[in-house]
């Protein structure tokens, strides 16, 4: 299938970009993800950005967020029903779909951008406009109920896709093997913010020296079943250690976990906590495919922190391989906490020219050269 229609002036100097409807489905509210940070950096690059952004249906775990992410044009809110395949639900969404898609045609899109399957209603009512599908999750694995319905969105999507770009390569190689007649995708890696990670690498004294009282043990990031809830269980009775978790909650907790758990947190203000209290830092999740499809932003984020590393044996946490300490069991994870803040969490020089190599800024510059290929299909 195609529109036989290449994008104007994407890339070229003097910054001469696309105007780009952006369709993100996770709110400008929430903790900053992808979408926020492509959405500014490809901003920064010259292209003419209109967000439009699903409003959170519980409004429990938003913050201010105040993180410096800003937009020449201030993203525009849209509120939407939560269990998206009940008929009810989807008659509301089809009134909401002719509203929008009446603001989104007056905009003239040379380029419609697409997060999630909740979107493609909408990408419905532009027709003649080149798609981009950036799929930074196997959404139909997490819809639950609503499985079969996002499955056949997201069909529909990646068929109407000119570019289809995947944030792991496991989500790329599920896009292929689940829609073989669609495009191809292009993988583009989830990245960290320059002024998250410098400041810590930046410091000389940056690195806390073992502490004489309890490791402190610090995860951020939303609290959903993807967390090895009997590791978490486990540090936060395991004598010697003070676990610290910040995000919102999305999921039943153990009961030990759950006086461990703080809410959401302005990200810079999450900077300068995580810079000053720990000493330790964990990536707790489940050894599972799931696990395998998400590329964490919080592993680029924990590089820049300067600290030592602890995660489960997963291949697609491998690019930040020199700096991870393994584990293969809740045992195993204990022992490493006790010794991690005695073992250097590898050199500086590297984790600095690691971070360089993934910032927001360094991945809006893979997508601005798709842009600027064109779309032929």
């Known amino acids: 299938m195609g529109v036989g229609r290449r994008v104007r ?7 001469h970009g696309v105007r780009i409807l952006y369709l993100q489905h996770v709110d400008w509210n929430w903790i900053p993800q992808r979408p926020h940070f492509l959405a500014a950096e490809l901003s920064r690059l010259g292209h003419d950005l209109h967000v439009f952004h699903l409003r959170a249906w519980r409004r429990s775990g938003l913050v201010d967020q105040d993180s410096g992410i800003e937009l020449p044009v201030a993203p525009t809110g849209v509120r939407c029903l939560p269990r998206w395949s009940r008929p009810v639900v989807r008659q509301g969404d089809a009134a909401l779909v002719r509203r929008l898609g009446r603001t989104a045609r007056a905009l003239r899109p040379d380029v419609v951008w697409v997060t999630h399957p909740r979107l493609e209603p909408l990408v419905r ?18 819809a639950g109920a609503d499985h079969r319905y996002v499955r056949d969105l997201e069909a529909r999507l990646a068929a109407r896709a000119n570019t289809r770009i995947a944030s792991s390569p496991r989500i790329a190689d599920e896009l292929s093997r689940r829609y073989p007649a669609a495009a191809g995708s292009y993988l583009v890696r989830n990245a960290c913010r320059a002024d998250f990670a410098w400041p810590a690498l930046a410091a000389s004294d940056a690195r806390p020296d073992a502490p004489d009282g309890p490791v402190r043990l610090l995860f951020f990031g939303t609290i959903g079943p993807w967390l090895d809830m009997e590791l978490l269980a486990a540090l936060a009775t395991a004598p010697g250690v003070r676990l610290k978790i910040i995000g919102p909650v999305r999921t039943a907790l153990p009961p030990e976990v759950g006086p461990c758990v703080s809410g959401a947190m302005p990200q810079l203000e999450l900077l300068e906590m995580a810079s000053t209290w720990s000493d330790v830092l964990l990536l707790p999740f489940r050894s599972d495919d799931f696990a395998e499809s998400v590329d964490p932003v919080k592993l680029y984020e924990y590089v820049g922190l300067d600290r030592p590393i602890l995660a489960p044996p997963l291949r697609v946490l491998q690019p930040a391989g020199p700096f991870l300490s ?22 500086r020089s590297a984790r600095q020219a690691f971070v360089a190599d993934n910032t927001w800024s360094a991945r809006a510059r893979e997508v601005d050269a798709l842009l600027a290929k064109g779309f032929d299909r």
Request: net charge negative; glycine share 14%; with cysteine.
């Open 125 to 142: 009512e532009l027709t003649g406009v080149p798609v981009v599908y950036d799929c930074m999750d196997l959404a139909p694995d997490m």
């Open 326 to 347: 393994y584990y293969r069991s809740v045992p195993q994870a204990l022992a490493a906490v006790r010794a991690g803040v005695d073992a250097t969490p590898g050199d």
């Open 9 to 15: 002036g994407a890339g070229l100097p003097g910054g």
